[in-house]
């Protein structure tokens, strides 16, 4: 266990946590499309056929042999005779001859010896049989070619991907409905504290409603795992104990919410350390708010001992949670990049920091006459509504003493 003293880079105890997490892979299992959003693909999947599988057309218009078209101008239009129209869902079951052009939909097939589709607002009828082309058309313009989107046996969606709607539609447009995925990581939510109460209740004196297991349950469901709360325990060594060796056998991971600062009753630690191997990997973050986490691994299972405050139990679940959730997710992208969508905008005010934590900064984005700008929305870290107010936070890195206003800054969405 590493001391209170020696608190450790974000990034370094991040590391750490993950190098002693074992290599595994997840439970694999079949599911339709529908029900896939936000899994992680298990498997490579090859598209079984070409897509599009025919030629068709992206605008309504008139298809047409592009040489047919060339030199056609408003002063001297190309003249072409009109073919059979194409209805849209039809097999255009023709051939195109040269110096003819056929009435086609958006989506509609080409027939043989077409190569492009020249738009209506470039064409003038003149009767029934021809129409006048006024400007010039190249091969394969407004068409989508067959195998354009995919060829068939090009692989459509790795495995380790997490599956997103657009991943969804491929597989519907390829005729692939029931896909492999790896099962959803369930993770375990303790709340601890003599003073937590649950939210349906009227808190007493010294007391307050259970936030943090609510909070966790979102933040983890929007990572694509499973959360299972447990319940609020006491601040009991054998009552925590208790359900943390229960969960450790029910769960892919553990989140804690309290009971990591230093005091009489925190004794989250001594637990982790005596559940078994490694057990504590760090205790102690140079970070601001979150400072007193905790991380570590109990027999292949993740631990996460988090601070008491909303707040931090928000920036610790993005910068430590989600990367290991990642993982135990079967998640193959790039772990050590944070994934996180970001913004540009100026600091609309001058922020002091402490020198030596790296501290995460909330604000919210406001849009004025010059630009994007970041508004500190300040507060105390035990400040719920701070979260609900701010659109995402910035970091002030460790060696700096504050940020000074009109400072760019790069805003990390929530």
Request: net charge negative; with cysteine.
């Amino acid at each position: 266990m590493l001391g209170r003293g020696n608190v450790l880079d974000a990034e370094i105890a991040l590391q750490l946590l993950i190098k002693n997490l074992p290599s595994k892979t997840p439970p694999e299992k079949d599911v339709r499309i529908e029900d896939s959003p936000g899994m992680v693909c298990s498997q490579d999947i090859s598209s079984p056929e070409d897509l599009p599988s025919f030629a068709r057309s992206t605008v309504d218009g008139y298809t047409v042999k592009a040489e047919d078209t060339f030199g056609a101008s408003e002063a001297m239009p190309a003249y072409m005779n009109l073919s059979r129209e194409i209805l849209m869902g039809e097999r255009a079951g023709f051939r195109l001859s040269n110096g003819y052009a056929a009435g086609i939909p958006t989506g509609g097939m080409l027939p043989e010896g077409a190569d492009a589709v020249v738009m209506f607002e470039y064409v003038q009828t003149i009767d029934e049989k021809m129409i006048e082309v006024l400007r010039p058309v190249a091969p394969g313009e407004n068409v989508i070619q067959a195998g354009e989107d995919a060829g068939k046996g090009e692989i459509l969606i790795k495995r380790g991907q997490r599956l997103r709607p657009q991943d969804i539609g491929a597989c519907a447009g390829v005729g692939i409905t029931v896909i492999q995925v790896y099962e959803r990581p369930s993770v375990s939510i303790i709340s601890t504290g003599d003073e937590i109460v649950p939210a349906e209740s009227k808190p007493g004196a010294g007391q307050v409603r259970d936030i943090n297991s609510y909070l966790l349950s979102a933040m983890i469901s929007e990572s694509g795992c499973i959360p299972v709360r447990k319940g609020i325990f006491r601040d009991d060594y054998k009552t925590l104990s208790a359900v943390i060796k229960e969960s450790l056998s029910d769960s892919d991971a553990i989140v804690i919410s309290g009971g990591t600062s230093v005091g009489v009753k925190d004794m989250i630690g001594r637990i982790i350390d005596e559940a078994g191997d490694p057990g504590v990997i760090f205790h102690g973050i140079s970070l601001k708010p979150g400072k007193p986490m905790i991380g570590g691994v109990v027999e292949g299972i993740p631990v996460f001992g988090l601070p008491g405050h909303p707040a931090a139990v928000s920036i610790c679940h993005e910068i430590f949670i989600r990367p290991v959730l990642k993982i135990l997710s079967g998640v193959k992208e790039k772990i050590y990049l944070s994934g996180r969508r970001t913004v540009k905008a100026r600091l609309s005010k001058n922020i002091s920091s402490s020198q030596g934590r790296e501290e995460h900064v909330r604000v919210m984005l406001e849009k004025r006459d010059d630009g994007l700008w970041a508004v500190p929305v300040l507060g105390k870290s035990g400040l719920i509504t701070t979260l609900v107010r701010a659109d995402g936070t910035i970091v002030i890195a460790l060696n700096r003493n504050g940020m000074e206003k009109g400072e760019p800054v790069d805003v990390r969405l929530f």
